[in-house]
């Protein structure tokens, strides 16, 4: 059963660092690309992030770039994402999601002073 959970979210300060984190099982982790996404109440899905199978290669969204940087550990079945210089526009649900794969249940990123 393909199981992807993400954590490390929550509240933070503008300006603030946050490091999310998403542990994936049920399939070959080392074998599949992986990318983040968010979805703001009221807004469409954006693809925040993505890594190839080796890591070797990560692209951004221009809204993040710069700030967020994505990497992963196929020792651990992980992928992170690393915010930093945290803005309010940041708030979202992220997820994280195995392309063709699966996609987790998100963890809440909220950006407020």
């Known amino acids: 059963q393909v199981q992807l959970v993400e954590s490390g979210g929550g509240l933070v300060q503008p300006g603030g660092s946050l490091r999310l984190s998403c542990v994936a099982s049920?399939?070959?982790?080392?074998?599949?690309?992986m990318n983040w996404y968010r979805q703001a109440p009221g807004k469409e899905r954006e693809l925040v992030a993505a890594?190839?199978?080796?890591?070797?290669?990560?692209i951004y969204a221009d809204s993040v770039k710069g700030r967020f940087t994505m990497s992963r550990d196929n020792t651990k079945n992980t992928v992170y994402l690393q915010m930093n210089s945290l803005k309010p526009e940041d708030t979202a649900e992220y997820y994280c999601?195995?392309?063709?794969?699966?996609r987790g249940q998100g963890t809440q990123v909220t950006v407020s002073s």
């Open positions: 049920g399939f070959t982790f080392s074998s599949s690309a």
């Open positions: 890594i190839t199978s080796d890591g070797a290669n990560t």
């Open positions: 999601d195995a392309p063709r794969i699966g």
